[in-house]
């Protein structure tokens, strides 16, 4: 009588075991966890062979203890292993055990599977599927290693930055109150006819420089507040034309250019490049786009470009881009016939595109604001 082929049960239960392989990746890629990872494994091995997992790691005294998550440490484990060569093995390994170290670097392994209660023993088809499932499962432990060296780096990097913006903010208030005090003494000499007129130009220039001071004093205040998403937009909807025309820019040509937007990040952002336009006895002109879905503002002048350039912009420049992009937006910027130009563009509402990017919607007010 001939015995069955068992080639073609082999096969099967190696593709179902493929099945939950790619199962334990799926798990362990949606949700890199210390923990889940562990879950996912044990689940894997029930479901593949009928048979019971443990995941042990190797504690401060050599021995070996069960732990239920990645991040678990044991000082001390109550099995040890049998030999200091492969193939590993406990002293206390059960006849019905199989104990797979989980690939790495090093020896005696961090990490053992043991597997016990098989439904069809230590048979060919239940190694191989171990084997990959473990080897699947390496790949998982060093995801969630990168994951979790990711967001401690992310944590920190937070940190850091939220403390520069403290130091910003700190540097801020401490510069604009003594330049506040000189702006104001300058402008009060210079008003006193006491003093000979050279004496008053240069009161004069005193106090437009430490204007400039507390501009970018404040400039840098409101920069470190949004690079940290401190600042929320209060929307409003806004003609983005009036705004550069109540700037100082010169409106080339008028069309529909209202926007739901900020006001009070918007007009400053554009006030500021308008304002640093100007510095060269030049005006600073201004034209509306209505685009799809989006208005377009270009504005243009000569001289030594508001934004600076792309590998070194200036603050108010950096400013402007921040606001910008903060309202879902673009800020391009370019050169030519000796002048210079910035090309923003602004979706009409930008919560409908980027919710989860451009802040809440507390204190919406959607009255028209110029």
Same mark, same amino acid.
């Given at each position: 009588m001939r015995s069955e082929d068992p080639r073609p049960a082999l096969a099967a239960r190696l593709t179902s075991g493929l099945a939950h392989i790619a199962a334990l990746n799926d798990v362990v890629l949606a949700s890199p966890r210390a923990s889940l990872a562990v879950r996912a494994l044990v689940d894997a091995v029930e479901a593949a062979i009928g048979a019971t997992a443990s995941l042990l790691r190797r504690a401060s005294n050599g021995a070996y203890a069960v732990v239920v998550t990645l991040d678990a440490r044991p000082a001390n484990g109550s099995r040890m292993p049998a030999n200091s060569a492969p193939p590993f093995r406990?002293?206390?390994?059960?006849?019905?055990?199989l104990v797979l170290p989980v690939p790495g670097t090093m020896w005696p392994p961090e990490l053992v599977v043991a597997v016990r209660g098989a439904k069809a023993g230590p048979d060919e088809g239940n190694l191989a599927i171990l084997d990959a499932l473990v080897s699947s499962f390496a790949l998982a432990v060093r995801l969630v290693a990168?994951?979790?060296?990711?967001?401690?780096?992310?944590?920190?990097? %937070?940190?850091?930055?939220?403390?520069?913006?403290?130091?910003?903010?700190?540097?801020?208030?401490?510069?604009?109150?003594p330049v506040t005090s000189i702006v104001g003494f300058a402008r009060l000499l210079e008003e006193d006819g006491r003093f000979p007129s050279d004496a008053r130009e240069a009161l004069a220039v005193i106090g437009a420089n430490g204007e400039r001071v507390a501009e970018v004093a404040a400039d840098a205040d409101l920069l470190s507040r949004i690079e940290l998403a401190a600042v929320d937009p209060r929307w409003r909807k806004v003609d983005v034309a009036a705004l550069a025309a109540a700037a100082g820019a010169q409106i080339d040509r008028r069309s529909k250019a209202e926007v739901v937007a900020d006001p009070d990040l918007l007009g400053p952002a554009l006030e500021r490049l308008i304002e640093d336009g100007q510095r060269a006895a030049s005006p600073v002109r201004a034209k509306a786009e209505d685009l799809a879905e989006a208005v377009a503002l270009e504005l243009s002048g000569?001289?030594?470009?508001?934004?600076?350039? %792309?590998?070194?912009?200036?603050?108010?420049?950096?400013?402007?881009?921040?606001?910008?992009? %903060?309202?879902?937006?673009?800020?391009?910027?370019?050169?030519?016939?000796?002048?210079?130009?910035? %090309?923003?563009?602004?979706?009409?509402?930008?919560r409908r595109l980027r919710p989860t990017f451009v802040g809440s919607n507390e204190g919406e007010d959607l009255s028209s604001t110029a």
């Open positions: 406990f002293d206390d390994t059960a006849p019905d055990e990168v994951t979790a060296e990711l967001e401690r780096k992310r944590v920190d990097l %937070r940190d850091a930055r939220a403390a520069q913006a403290e130091l910003v903010a700190r540097f801020s208030r401490d510069v604009r109150g000569t001289g030594p470009s508001p934004a600076g350039e %792309r590998n070194a912009p200036t603050v108010g420049g950096r400013l402007a881009e921040r606001i910008v992009e %903060r309202h879902g937006g673009t800020l391009r910027t370019g050169s030519a016939e000796g002048g210079w130009w910035i %090309r923003i563009t602004l979706p009409y509402d930008p």
